[in-house]
């Protein structure tokens, strides 16, 4: 009783005074550095309790006793000829015997020594007579420990005459307590010192408060010191005429500051130098103050330079900072420094926290426990005073010093460097972390399981080195720890997705390395999405998908109270997996390096979940749930006991201490049903206490679990049954997000509490607090690059294409006549387009998102971060209500279809993502730049170097714009741009890409290999292509010769959504062709071994790359099988790389022989590509069955031999890297080849081409049959129409059109006959036994089609052919039949002109007659017109038939030299080649010259019109002529331009005089100089007749009637009158 009295009132060991101390902790005081101070405790307390005494050995008989050495009755550690040896022969002594190096004793080894012997002479862990006297450290040349935190004092010495100044400047000092108060002092900016000192006197004034503290100095000479000393707070400073304030780290008051005040510059040094006179009036003159502050360069701030001016060498500088001007260097010119001492900055110094009744208990409590084997899990670590705060040695040894406080970013990670591709295991601790993070960065499994190397033997080592086992060694949640507080927040955010993935628990609750502090790191999880099912939505087959921070989910904590010989770690791990699926999820003893003592990471809370899969039989829970796990021994941290109490469903209380004191778990605010687990088997353990226990904490009987005489399996079976009991009951569910709330109310910081992330979220909620419907804020919001932009990028291409043309001929045709005025019009409606654009201004929304990408780079960083989580939450909260109603739209009402089309049409517009601010940001500065000035506004000029900095910062950047399939050129360019200025402009940029099917783990792949963060998720995720900048480390600059990496990610191919589209294919080879061209290196990504798909989109892309000239480099192509777990794949499939390889060198050469470029024989001569080295088989990403299975560690092993295969060829090879500016020009120049390539990339593969095109050959022989068949039958009846009437003049001209009738329906029967040939033709085709034959059945159909629209179109031409000829002949009788008419009409005006010239007695002159006929003649045109009745002849443009024709054929043809690649002529003499090549044309050109000419004989002669077979004679002429030639596609195209130029001006002219001729009008106008002619014939004809009748008469009846009349005329009266007289 009294020895437990005096234990209870020990005033340092009591639990009383253990709570008085933790009561009110300090929460602001940060501890920069911690001495050794618990060294002494180890030499003395602890070693003598727990270390072997070799004095012990002679109290045993000394007949039991024999030496190992020399054989005498003594022990080892007294024998004078093992202590007179050597070194080396002291260890061969303990190697000969197998003695143990710790005790000098068999059985075992040093590494599980349980008594090491400690050293009478240096007090260290080893046997005396191991002990040897080494040099320190310090004294050995090129060997030292340098001291942590080296921080600075300024010691003076006597100096001379001074001749120097230094960065010394006057400044007003303040608190920022009593802001009212300011003091003038001097300061001295030190860069090489890491703190800041203040003088006590000037705290004093100012009123600043200073916390007391000790500090341990280390001098130069090596000797330490313990000064007292305070630590101020909350000071600031401002320059002395300065209005800005800079706050102050805190620093240490000293008493004084040394310092020469000859040292202080003055106006006079600045005018002693000509280069510094014009600062002088800037530079106060001396002032009477005192040197009061030291500020080190943990203000950076306050020591960046502003300004600098330089002399020449020997000449001193003067440095701008903030705070004024300062002047470094020799005061004045010529003087000679008789200094013969100076200052030394170099003083080492260390805080020494304070002694707690905490960390005593702590050290007391490892020192006295009873080890057993079965118990390594509840070792816990010693904690010393100095680590309890923080570990500054720990951080140094791993390197990570200097990156303490968020200094660790992810690109700094993500750094190309001698580690990421080194799988060598680290050699030095310094190699710890970097190894870690390459393996988590990679999501491999075993990323926690690292250990240093042991590089040296045994052998090597000395005696004291050989017993310390662990000093290489770190346990890895200290590792995690250090890590995460050295890393920036969007590093942590990445390691814990990459933990999450790996299944590992993630801290929760991170402990302050400088204080006692904790933080909740609710940011480092905001990122994280869980898919889940639980078991009451196992039968809808729908799932939960959302953030884990806001999910409701239950949370279960598990703790420790005092010693437990129940693994708790192990247990979690056990009751978190299944039997056939164990996972580490919690860091436990028995992993590699968890026995090593923890010395930083005590009091972290970890947390993991259970997500279940809606399967019965493999769940362990069925509804999520969260485990939080709490390192160290819960009663000395009460902080986070209480709140795991707050925000825990249950805690589980895992003690052998069955009297421990749960009052504080059992308060009001506790909402956490307590559970306590504990162990029959421990000798503590007593039924009785445990009931007194469980009644006196309100304990339930049914809380306490009790492992018994059970297996591991029936435990954790039993203490799962509980969990799911407390889930069942659902009381107690709390968002992540919420429990900042409690971790505030507790003094728990918040990681979202930073200013920076505060500002960021509110940014980000100003653009998504608006959005109700996510396509009408698209739409009213962000209308740029919606469908305005869409229809610009569609006119771009059709301005290269021309491809409509081929559809509204008529249109095309009726508005324009040349290329020219095509591609005008296409750029004046995109000129349309672009102002409709100018005319929307900039929304809302985009206002504010640029001014948040505007912001300093950490709040940029958060804004894009906030904004891409607050918009994914959006989309997928609509999202899933809409998969509901098409859900239930397909279940209920299928027959709807409009609806289903409707929702899905919604669906593919629901994304929304900062890539689409983007977007709109990218159409915004082209807008800009389209305006006629074409210079941007100041407004949007800066924001290409925004997204530049962005890419140089990782973040991925759109290249390809997925939703219009196009590049905005003018942005990209401009950033390409500003990233060049951004970097060194020698930089040089190396492209990998990757390519592969929809959903095959593209992007997955990538963000395992590099770490980087493209968008992942089953179905469509990347659409477009993205980019990532890389940085190489300067060690590989060289060996890879490039400064980046440019990753390439592409969308999936053969996405179901655009299969279904007409340009499905054209939209993936035109993608495929820009990335492979773009990149050195194309990694093919193939799901399992089928490598059919990507074998098609290879053949298109080699073929595209033989059709551009542009395309000039030789990519390396490696191929990527997923999927594939069999470790005999690369064997096994052999076979098939070859038959792969075949069929690729046959597309290949079939694509070169229709490229008319036979060279390329291979696959290999186009794409670098090695079937056996560059074929990979990744095994399946995940170990098990999601949600809760891990990345398979197979996954990221083989992933990472990829990468450094890969990596290693690119150091190896001959790649031509290009500068960013060249990077442009060449993105330039392939899209525009892209754009311009019309016909390629709308064939599935090279293969088909081949076939098609040899279908397609065979198709136009049997068009061509088939119209010349049509043409000679219409020639014919032409020919019976034309001489219908004139050889039988008793046919009546109205059967005519009787005849035109069976003529038409004859033509039908013809057409139709002809059309089964070629239907015939087509299938006898489609059933041969030919390689060539593997067409799919829609090219079938689509000539079957063509043959109908053949067979329609030419019904149409016979039918206006033959009622065009019935016209023309029907018009010929109408004509002859007018000119009979107005025959008579003429001698009936003859008659009557002559008889009113008769009466007028008038003679009509010529030319009065021909007035007479001209006025007499207009009515008759209009009499026969009106009889005429008949329309004139149509004109008929042969331009259709040759539409694409830009040539007209007049010039003379010249071959160019462009024409032909190099590789054609590089053996020739190219002089000679072309004159061949000349005269070849101009023979062909001449024959087909006189082919023209004999159809226009003929036209003339059988007085025919042109038709369309004659171009096509004329094609095939060339086609026959070149096919002997080595001619270019090129130069055969341009050659065909140039006769069909010439044939259809002749054709045309041609066809307008037939029409001429044949015309009925202008027939019967021909006939008006024969009518009149005819007119003055008869007239002419019908007087000279009346005038001799009027001379016969006058001569022969005039005087025969008068001597009638006068010899008759009188007897005839006489007897007429002798007549009536007699009546």
């Known amino acids: 009783m009294a020895q437990e009295a005096e234990i209870a009132c020990n005033p340092m060991t009591s639990l009383n005074a253990l709570k008085l101390v933790e009561e009110k902790p300090s929460r602001d005081i940060k501890h920069p550095q911690a001495n050794a101070f618990i060294t002494d405790i180890k030499a ?28 005498e009755g003594h022990s080892i550690h007294k024998c004078q000829t093992f202590a007179s040896k050597p070194a080396k022969d002291k260890r061969q002594v303990i190697f000969d015997n197998k003695l143990c190096f710790g005790c000098l004793r068999k059985g075992h080894n040093s590494k599980d020594c349980k008594q090491k012997a400690t050293c009478g002479m240096c007090k260290k862990r080893h046997p005396t007579a191991l002990h040897e006297d080494r040099p320190p450290a310090d004294s050995v040349p090129g060997v030292g420990r340098v001291e942590e935190e080296a921080s600075s004092l300024s010691c003076c010495v006597d100096r001379g005459d001074g001749g120097s100044t230094s960065m010394i400047v006057p400044v007003w000092i303040s608190s920022t307590m009593t802001p009212e108060t300011e003091s003038l002092a001097y300061a001295l900016l030190d860069t090489q010192s890491s703190n800041t000192f203040v003088d006590q006197e000037v705290c004093q004034m100012i009123g600043a408060s200073a916390e007391p503290v000790k500090l341990k100095l280390t001098t130069m000479m090596g000797k330490d010191s ?13 320059g002395l005429s300065s209005k800005d304030w800079i706050n102050l780290p805190p620093a240490y008051a000293r008493d004084v500051i040394p310092l020469e005040r000859s040292h202080i510059p003055t106006p006079k040094t600045a005018k002693r130098w000509n280069h510094l006179k014009g600062i002088a009036p800037e530079i106060p003159e001396l002032m009477d103050c005192k040197v009061g502050l030291l500020i080190g360069y943990d203000c950076s701030r306050a020591l960046a330079p502003c300004s600098v001016i330089t002399g020449r060498d020997d000449e001193p500088y003067a440095i701008r900072t903030d705070l004024g001007w300062s002047i470094v260097g020799k005061s004045s010119q010529g003087a000679k420094s008789t200094e013969i001492t100076g200052l030394c900055h170099r003083i080492a110094v260390k805080e020494l926290p304070p002694l707690t009744p905490a960390t005593v208990i702590k050290a007391l409590e490892f020192d006295f426990r009873d080890h057993k084997p079965h118990e390594r899990e509840i070792v816990t670590p010693t904690l010393t005073p100095e680590l309890m705060v923080g570990d500054p040695e720990l951080l140094s040894s791993l390197g990570l010093g200097d990156l303490h406080g968020g200094k660790l970013t992810l690109s700094s990670v993500l750094e190309i460097n001698s580690n990421t591709v080194s799988d060598k295991p680290a050699q030095s601790l310094e190699q710890l972390p970097w190894t870690f993070l390459r393996k988590l960065m990679m999501s491999n499994l075993n990323a926690r399981n690292i250990k240093c190397a042991q590089d040296q033997t045994m052998y090597n080592c000395s005696f004291t080195d050989a017993n310390d086992d662990d000093s290489d060694a770190i346990n890895p949640l200290d590792l995690i720890t250090a890590l995460f507080h050295c890393s920036d927040p969007f590093l942590q955010q990445e390691m814990v997705s990459k933990m999450s993935l790996c299944q590992f628990a993630v801290p929760l609750l991170l402990p302050n390395c400088d204080t006692q502090q904790s933080t909740l790191m609710l940011w480092a999880m905001r990122d994280l999405v869980k898919k889940f099912r639980p078991h009451f939505l196992a039968g809808d087959r729908t799932f939960v998908e959302g953030r884990i921070v806001e999910m409701d989910i239950p949370m279960v904590s598990f703790v420790r109270l005092g010693e437990s010989s129940l693994p708790k770690s192990q247990t979690l791990n056990k009751l978190l997996s299944n039997p056939h699926q164990h996972n580490d999820t919690f860091v436990h003893q028995d992993m590699k390096c968890g026995d090593v003592p923890r010395r930083i990471s005590d009091g972290l809370v970890e947390v993991s979940w259970y997500l279940p899969s809606g399967n019965t039989n493999i769940d362990l829970f069925t509804q999520p749930v969260a485990m939080a796990n709490l390192r160290g021994d819960g009663r000395l941290f009460e902080t986070q006991m209480s709140f795991l109490c707050r925000i825990s469903a249950a805690v589980y209380i895992f003690s052998d201490n069955l009297e421990v004191d749960l009052s504080t778990l059992n308060n009001r605010e506790s909402r956490a049903e307590l559970f306590l687990v504990t162990n029959s088997q421990s000798k503590t353990f007593n039924i009785e206490t445990l009931r007194d226990t469980c009644m006196k904490n309100e304990v339930k009987e049914t809380n306490v679990i009790i492992k018994k005489k059970q297996n591991d399996a029936e435990f954790v079976k039993a203490l799962r049954f509980h969990v799911n009991g407390v889930i069942g009951k659902i009381l107690i569910k709390m968002k992540m997000e919420d429990m900042a709330a409690v971790a505030r109310s507790v003094d728990i910081l918040v990681d979202e509490d930073c200013t920076e ?12 607090g608006s959005i109700q419907d996510v396509v009408e804020f698209k739409k009213d919001q962000l209308p740029l690059h919606g469908e305005i932009w869409k229809q610009i990028s569609q006119i771009e291409k059709e301005r290269c294409r021309l491809r409509n043309v081929d559809k509204d001929i008529e249109g095309y045709k009726s508005s324009f006549k040349t290329k020219e005025d095509i591609e005008g019009s296409l750029k004046k409606t995109q000129e349309t387009l672009r102002k409709e654009q100018e005319q929307k201004t900039v929304s809302e929304a985009m206002g504010k998102f ?58 593919s517009n629901l994304s929304l993502g900062p890539e689409h601010f983007f977007r709109e940001l990218g159409q915004i500065y082209e807008c800009a730049c389209s305006l006629p000035e074409n210079n941007p506004p100041r407004q949007v000029q800066h924001l290409p170097r925004l997204c530049a900095q962005m890419l140089l910062d990782g973040f991925p950047v759109e290249l390809v714009d997925g939703d219009a399939s196009n590049i905005p050129m003018k942005w990209i360019k401009e950033v390409l741009t500003q990233l060049h200025q951004l970097v060194d402009t020698n930089s040089k940029i190396l492209v990998l890409t990757v390519l592969g099917v929809q959903s095959t783990g593209k992007s997955t792949l990538l963000n395992t290999m590099f770490g980087v963060q493209f968008a992942v998720s089953s179905g469509r995720c990347t659409r477009g292509a993205f980019m990532v900048l890389i940085k190489v480390s300067e060690e590989l600059k060289y060996g890879l010769k490039g400064d980046f990496i440019m990753v390439i990610d592409t969308e999936g191919f053969k996405s179901p959504k655009l299969a279904a589209l007409d340009t499905s294919y054209e939209h993936d080879n035109e993608l495929a062709t820009l990335v492979i061209g773009l990149s050195d290196i194309t990694i093919i990504n193939i799901a399992m071994e089928n490598s059919t798909e990507m074998k098609d ?30 470790m005999s794949a690369h064997d096994s499939n052999m076979r098939d790389r070859k038959k792969l390889m075949e069929e690729l060198d046959e597309m290949t050469r079939a694509a070169a022989k229709m490229e008319k470029n036979e060279k390329y024989a291979k696959f290999t001569d186009v794409m670098d590509h090695d079937p056996d080295k560059d074929s990979y088989y990744i095994p399946g990403l995940w170990h098990g069955t999601p949600p809760m299975a891990p990345v398979n560690a197979g996954y990221t092993e083989a992933v990472f031999e990829l990468k450094k295969n890969l990596i290693g060829s690119l150091q190896t090879s001959d790649i031509r890297n290009n500068y960013a500016t060249e990077f442009l020009e060449w993105t330039q120049g392939l899209w525009n080849a892209v754009k311009f390539e019309n016909f390629i990339f709308n064939i599935r593969n090279s293969l088909v081409l081949d076939a098609y095109t040899d279908l397609c050959t065979q198709y136009n022989t049997w068009e061509l049959i088939f119209k010349f068949e049509i043409i000679y039958w219409l020639i014919t009846k032409e020919t019976m129409i034309s001489n219908f009437g004139v050889t039988d003049r008793n046919v009546q001209m109205n059967l005519l059109r009787d005849e035109l009738k069976e003529w038409i329906h004859e033509a039908s029967e ?155 002529t590089k053996d020739l003499n190219k002089h000679h080649f072309f004159e061949q090549i000349q005269e070849i044309c101009d023979g062909i050109i001449k024959h087909c010259d006189n082919l023209i000419s004999d159809n226009l004989s003929d036209i003339k002669r059988n007085n025919t019109d042109y038709h369309e077979t004659y171009i096509r004679d004329l094609l095939k002429v060339v086609d026959d002529q070149v ?43 021909e006939s008006k100089p024969i009518y009149l002619e005819k007119f003055l014939e008869s007239l002419s004809e019908k007087d000279q007749y009346q005038k001799r009748a009027e001379q016969f008469t006058e001569t022969c009846v005039k005087p025969a009637v008068k001597d009638y009349v006068s010899k008759h005329l009188g007897q005839a009266i006489a007897d007429h009158m002798r007549k009536g007289e007699k009546k």
């Open 44 to 71: 003395t307390e602890s070693a003598q309790k727990n270390s072997f005494n070799e004095n012990n050995v002679s109290n045993t008989s000394p007949n039991s006793i024999k030496c190992t050495c020399c054989g």
């Open 226 to 238: 313990i000064i007292q000393s305070a630590r101020v707070s909350s000071l600031r400073v401002r």
């Open 757 to 768: 992330c505060t500002n960021g979220r509110a940014n980000a909620e100003g653009i998504t």
């Open 850 to 907: 640029t001014a948040g990408i505007s912001e300093s780079g950490t709040q940029r960083h958060y804004f894009l971060k906030w904004l891409k989580i607050l918009l994914d939450n959006l989309s997928r909260h609509n999202l899933s209500t809409l998969r509901e109603q098409y859900k239930d739209c397909c279940r209920n009402t299928p027959q709807n279809k409009e609806l289903i089309a409707d929702l899905d049409e919604q669906i």
């Open 1097 to 1126: 989109i290879l053949q298109i892309v080699v073929h595209a790359f033989l059709r551009m000239k542009e395309v000039g480099k030789k990519p390396r192509c490696l191929f990527v099988h997923q999927n594939v777990s069999d």
């Open 1310 to 1464: 013809k057409l139709h006959a002809e059309e089964k040939t070629i239907l015939s033709n087509l299938d006898d085709y489609f059933q041969k036994e030919d390689s060539k034959v593997c067409l799919e059945d829609k090219y079938r159909q689509h000539l079957r089609t063509s043959a109908n629209s053949l067979k329609q179109q030419m019904e149409k031409s016979v039918n206006q052919s033959l009622e065009k000829a019935v016209e023309i002949r029907e018009g010929i009788e109408k004509v002859k039949k007018i000119k009979q008419k107005q025959m008579y009409t003429i001698e009936k005006k003859v008659c009557e002109l002559l008889q009113e010239c008769r009466e007028k007695k008038e003679e009509l002159s010529e030319d009065e007659l021909t007035r007479v006929f001209e006025k007499m003649w207009e009515g008759m045109w209009e009499g026969m017109m009106s009889e005429l009745s008949s329309p004139r002849l149509q004109e008929t443009d042969v331009y259709p038939d040759v539409h694409h024709l830009i040539s007209s054929g007049q010039e003379k043809f010249i071959v160019q030299s462009d024409w032909f690649g190099r590789s054609a």
């Open 1523 to 1565: 096919k002997d030639h080595q001619i270019s596609s090129e130069c055969e195209a341009s050659l065909k331009v140039h006769v069909c130029g010439r044939a259809v001006r002749l054709f045309q002219e041609a066809h307008k005089e037939i029409n001429v001729r044949n015309d009925p009008q202008n027939l019967l106008m």
